[in-house]
């Protein structure tokens, strides 16, 4: 029987038992064979021990891999599912650390041909959009393919160029506003557009839209007007408006507010709409639709600027100086007759009166002398009984003829009530009568009343005449 034949494994009730028995056997075998020998010691063989199958049933064990510190953060959900593998071991493994399954992860290796592939295409589809996206651009800013019929645009006053931009689309000009107004952004165009109404074209580019809409533009829509020979202003106003130059609203505005650098202006207070009367030029022009309200009247204040020229104020200081005169011979000293000096608006004043008296071009010097005459009498003729200034007085336009109770309203430009000249022009005088006020003629009348038969006025140096002319019109009907 051989030493491991004197084992008996029953009777141990663990596999540490039956190790540390088989430990102690051999120390005491080794002890035996020291004692024995003396002469020298022999050369031991070394001893493996052979357990049979004793610990068949145990399997193979194998020593855990400790993990990565920072491979914890993998296994965040792990449950702990292997904490009690070795529960029913020794004491000696009961802290190994707990062994996590390793997670394996997949790379999935794309073919070089395939990256290729797909960066092509991915260019490919940028490169056909931003191209497709600069034609689109280009063919709204240059206008490709658009026809050439004309169009009616109008920038309102206050129009930013977004609205303009918005109006254009809206019209079918333009696809892209924003395009458009960041075209006026980098061309500084965003002040150049004016109020107005402008005959555009549909094939116009962007630049030629912008050029169109600027004042002086030749696409600028005009109208022309053509207006009569003793129009007062507010006659004027509303026949612009009517014809779509202005309103009546803003040409008042103008008139009363904005300064006109005229000579002929120099002392007329601010404030009324009908502060330019007399001056505003009958005439026929050209105007803007939508025109600019200060334009407007300096157009028509110009032209009077150039048609009183130096002859016509050389003769306002000759007829200052007659009238002059004839005050002196009536009587009044000069005080007077400085503070009674005509200016050019009272010459425009009586200008205005001749303009609406008069019947026609050939009589415009004797109404012009029966004012002058009344003038140069104030003791004797201190009203001028001018209907057209009462008129005026009433309104401007009088389908009816005057009353007895007409002739009482109160106000300055009233020449039954007030004596001397009205407060100021009551029309805008042609030429002709501007003429007739510089030169009248010389004559003895102050009186004069219209002819039914003839359509002109009948003309008389006293007041019994003038009645008895009268009375002949009334039995005649």
């Known amino acids: 029987m051989s030493d491991m034949d004197r084992f008996d494994t029953d009777g141990f009730e663990s596999i540490d038992d039956l190790i540390s028995e088989t430990?102690?056997?051999?120390?005491?075998?080794?002890?035996?064979?020291?004692?024995?020998?003396?002469?020298?010691?022999?050369?031991?063989?070394e001893f493996t021990p052979d357990f049979g199958n004793a610990f068949d049933d145990y399997g193979e064990y194998e020593t855990p891999q400790q993990e990565p510190e920072d491979a914890d953060d993998d296994y965040d959900g792990y449950d702990g599912e292997y904490d009690d593998a070795y529960d029913d071991g020794d004491e000696e493994y009961d802290d190994a650390p707990t062994v996590k399954p390793s997670r394996r992860t997949t790379r999935r290796v794309v073919p070089l041909l395939v990256k290729i592939l797909l960066y092509v295409v991915i260019v490919g589809v940028i490169a056909v959009g931003f191209g497709y996206g600069a034609w689109e651009c280009a063919e709204d800013v240059l206008a490709f393919g658009r026809s050439d019929e004309t169009l009616t645009v109008t920038v309102k006053e206050g129009d930013t160029y977004e609205d303009i931009g918005q109006m254009l689309k809206e019209q079918g000009v333009i696809k892209y506003p924003w395009l458009f107004n960041l075209y006026c952004e980098f061309t500084k165009s965003t002040e150049k557009m004016d109020p107005g109404v402008y005959e555009l074209y549909y094939n116009y580019d962007y630049h030629a839209l912008v050029s169109g809409m600027m004042t002086g533009s030749p696409n600028r829509s005009e109208v022309r007007v053509m207006i009569p020979e003793g129009y007062s202003s507010k006659q004027i106003f509303a026949l612009m408006e009517k014809n779509n130059v202005c309103t009546v609203e803003a040409l008042e505005k103008a008139a009363a507010e904005h300064e006109f650098d005229y000579w002929f202006l120099e002392?007329?207070?601010?404030?009324?709409?009908?502060?330019?009367?007399?001056?505003?030029?009958?005439?026929?022009?050209?105007?803007?639709?939508?025109?600019?309200?200060?334009?407007?009247?300096?157009?028509?204040?110009?032209?009077?600027?150039?048609?009183?020229?130096?002859?016509?104020?050389?003769?306002?200081?000759?007829?200052?100086?007659?009238?002059a005169e004839r005050w002196r011979n009536a009587g009044y000293d000069d005080d007077y007759i400085a503070a009674h000096r005509f200016t050019v608006y009272e010459l425009m004043t009586v200008a205005s009166m001749i303009e609406k008296e008069t019947a026609g071009i050939s009589e415009s010097g004797q109404i012009a002398s029966v004012i002058y005459n009344r003038l140069c009498r104030p003791a004797d003729y201190p009203y001028l009984n001018i209907?057209?200034?009462?008129?005026?007085?009433?309104?401007?336009?009088?389908?009816?003829a005057l009353t007895e109770e007409d002739k009482q309203v109160d106000s300055p430009y009233n020449t039954y009530t007030h004596a001397g000249l009205p407060a100021g022009p009551i029309a805008n005088p042609g030429l002709s009568s501007i003429t007739a006020a510089l030169n009248p003629s010389d004559t003895n009348y102050y009186f004069y009343a219209l002819d039914k038969s003839t359509g002109y006025h009948h003309f008389s140096e006293s007041y019994d005449e003038h009645n008895q002319f009268l009375a002949s019109q009334n039995d005649g009907e």
């Open 267 to 323: 002392d007329r207070p601010y404030g009324e709409s009908n502060r330019l009367e007399g001056f505003l030029f009958p005439d026929t022009y050209d105007f803007y639709e939508n025109d600019e309200p200060e334009r407007v009247l300096d157009k028509l204040l110009t032209n009077f600027n150039k048609k009183f020229s130096e002859e016509a104020k050389n003769q306002l200081e000759l007829l200052n100086e007659r009238l």
């Open 387 to 400: 209907d057209a200034t009462l008129v005026y007085a009433l309104g401007g336009s009088l389908d009816r």
């Open 23 to 45: 430990k102690q056997q051999l120390n005491m075998g080794r002890e035996d064979a020291d004692t024995d020998a003396q002469p020298a010691e022999p050369q031991q063989e």
